[in-house]
């Protein structure tokens, strides 16, 4: 399946690179490029995680294609 995503949007217009956000979620920068280019679908602890970080929902960082 593949999961739709916006992490780069998101993270970009927040202003942090992805090293930045990896930092503040304790990932490498190498998940959060997977995450973004879609290789890997994060867990549920990453995707809230990630949503927190960005001041966002799991949903709107995250969608199953219709």
């Known amino acids: 399946m593949k999961l739709r ?4 949007e998101h993270r970009k217009a927040a202003g942090l690179t992805q090293a930045a956000l990896a930092n503040q979620v304790d990932v490498s920068r190498k ?14 602890v990453l995707a809230l995680k990630l949503a927190h970080a960005l001041g966002t929902s799991v ?6 294609p219709e």
């Open 5 to 8: 995503n916006t992490l780069r």
């Open 59 to 64: 949903e709107t960082l995250f969608q199953i």
């Open 31 to 44: 998940t959060i490029n997977t995450v973004e280019n879609g290789v890997f679908i994060p867990s549920t």
